[in-house]
């Protein structure tokens, strides 16, 4: 099985909103919280660290993010209505992360250089097999929406701890137009090329997801940095109905003339437009999630441009993702297939984390 690269999961805003302990397997925390209220407010769990392992996921992107006072639900405790509370929480996750590697560092580890990264990923040479055999998980840390920093040049200090991937907008308000959550269309303002100008020099990796069309087309033309991702989306095209949170193809055109990478969301309304919550899961499956992979590699004549960002517990449980996954080791299930499809041994590597592996490997030097 190859090994797997996830580039978005929100594992310090679970732990610290829900309390959720990721040692634990995706089975063991619905077990846990059965009967509560946290599978009501996100979705039942889809991640564990034994589920890492059962599904070879050697790496994640582990997010900075919260959620805007306007838009959050009452029980959110990641939440900013103001930049001196956006700092603080921003550390919080933060510590969060660093704790848990501190911690238990047979489970996880942090990637904040090249070395670490080298040494994360060669012990994944050897499969897992849990729990016989077993690797700890890398953790790259990725800030998503950057609209709660005091000052821009706050993101030096951000540089500093390890933070090598940021997406500039989240719900909308500051620096360019969102996917979602503006009241009506926006575009790159002089503060938001101002953070461009300013990731560009610090070297880090522009993340272009949540951006609506028009922004994004002007983030990939104006970033003068080297590397653009979409850690987290999916295909409009594909998906079959117009949503600005999604890739058009000109947005897609746009990434890979800039040699991006592009992370899939497996989730239902990502992936289709037959599916509304409370719908049957099985109405999507990962002949959908393929369909999407295979129209950014039918675009670009290759498979280096596509990967999974899979978004598990970010606002959406087992029951909003296709009916053959129970837990994030199930993605292993696309490598038959996409086989299937074509795909042959080398492109689904590529998909599965040497992608996400070229990535990491130019903003960590």
């Known amino acids: 099985m190859p090994f797997l690269i996830d580039a978005h999961q929100d594992l310090?805003?679970?732990?610290?909103?829900?309390?959720?302990?990721?040692?634990?397997?995706?089975?063991?925390?619905?077990?846990?919280?059965?009967?509560?209220?946290?599978?009501?407010?996100?979705?039942?769990?889809?991640?564990?660290?034994?589920?890492?392992?059962?599904g070879q996921v050697a790496l994640f992107f582990g997010t900075l993010y919260l959620s805007p006072a306007d838009t959050a639900e009452e029980w959110e405790t990641q939440r900013f209505a103001n930049a001196a509370e956006a700092s603080r929480h921003h550390l919080e996750q933060y510590h969060a992360y660093r704790h848990l590697c501190e911690q238990e560092p047979e489970l996880f580890r942090m990637v904040l250089s090249r070395a670490d990264l080298a040494a994360v990923l060669d012990a994944w040479r050897t499969p897992a097999v849990y729990p016989e055999t077993t690797h700890p998980v890398g953790i790259a840390l990725l800030m998503e929406g950057a609209e709660g920093l005091p000052d821009i040049h706050d993101l030096v200090e951000w540089y500093e701890r390890g933070v090598r991937m940021v997406?500039?907008?989240?719900?909308?308000?500051?620096?360019?137009?969102?996917?979602?959550?503006?009241?009506?269309?926006?575009?790159?303002?002089?503060?938001?090329?101002?953070?461009?100008?300013?990731?560009?020099?610090?070297?880090?990796?522009?993340?272009?997801?949540?951006?609506?069309?028009?922004?994004?087309?002007?983030?990939?033309?104006?970033?003068?940095?080297e590397v653009v991702i979409a850690s987290h989306i999916a295909c409009e095209s594909i998906h079959g109905e117009h949503r600005e949170r999604l890739l058009n193809d000109e947005g897609i055109?746009?990434?890979?003339?800039?040699?991006?990478?592009?992370g899939l969301v497996p989730s239902n309304r990502f992936l289709s437009a037959r599916w509304n919550r409370g719908n049957p899961r099985d109405q999507v499956t990962l002949m959908d999630l393929a369909a999407h992979i295979d129209h950014i590699c039918q675009i670009a004549g290759n498979s280096r441009h596509a990967a999974f960002g899979t978004d598990f517990d970010g606002g959406f449980g087992r029951g909003s993702v296709p009916a053959e996954l129970d837990s994030i080791a199930d993605l292993q299930k696309m490598s038959t297939v996409l086989m299937q499809k074509g795909y042959n041994e080398g492109d689904i590597e590529n998909i599965f984390g040497r992608n996400w592996q070229r990535i990491l490997e130019n903003v960590f030097r």
């Open 12 to 54: 310090a805003y679970n732990m610290l909103s829900h309390g959720r302990d990721y040692r634990r397997s995706a089975a063991q925390t619905r077990a846990l919280e059965q009967d509560g209220p946290v599978p009501l407010r996100t979705g039942e769990c889809l991640l564990g660290w034994p589920d890492y392992q059962a």
């Open 253 to 262: 055109v746009h990434l890979i003339e800039r040699n991006a990478v592009i």
């Open 167 to 225: 997406g500039p907008v989240w719900g909308g308000g500051r620096y360019c137009g969102a996917g979602f959550g503006d009241k009506e269309p926006r575009r790159f303002d002089r503060e938001g090329y101002a953070l461009l100008a300013l990731m560009a020099e610090l070297g880090m990796a522009l993340d272009v997801s949540h951006m609506n069309h028009e922004s994004l087309l002007q983030a990939a033309d104006a970033y003068a940095g």
